[in-house]
Nanobody, 127 residues
Framework: QVQLVESGGGLVQAGGSLRVSCAAS????????MGWFRQAPGKEREFVAA????????YYSDSVKGRFTISRDNAKNTVYLQMNSLKPEDTAVYYC????????????????????WGKGTLVTVSS
């Protein structure tokens, strides 16, 4: 099992940057592929970014590609999402997720192919 705790959310102006973090515990971080998902008010949860166990492969949704960067530091059991050029449309609760059976084709499916989820951190982007 793995426990995930997100942090770093907050209020930021449009065009600004923010980095959210996900601390993992229970198992070594390298045991899991990790992902970030978000849920905006009144909308369903959507995939944002994912990273393989050792960080050699990354995946992004079209809406954030070129603006967001996912990374991980397995020595610190932490995954990051660097968000640049933020837009009001990025406002959402951002959730960290993990799976030991990564299949990139499932990240766009309901549930995102993930087995473990954090409780989320709220990112609000003002106009």
């Amino acid at each position: 099992q793995v426990q995930l705790v997100e942090s770093g959310g907050g209020l930021v102006q449009a065009g600004g940057s923010l980095r959210v973090s996900c601390a993992a515990s229970g198992r070594t971080a390298s045991s899991y592929a990790m992902g970030w998902f978000r849920q905006a008010p009144g909308k369903e949860r959507e995939f944002v970014a994912a990273i393989s166990r050792y960080g050699f492969s990354t995946y992004y949704s079209d809406s954030v590609k070129g603006r967001f960067t996912i990374s991980r530091d397995n020595a610190k059991n932490t995954v990051y999402l660097q968000m640049n050029s933020l837009k009001p449309e990025d406002t959402a609760v951002y959730y960290c997720a993990a799976t030991a059976t990564f299949d990139y084709k499932r990240i766009w499916t309901p549930g995102g192919g993930m087995d473990y989820w954090g409780k989320g951190t709220l990112v609000t982007v003002s106009s």
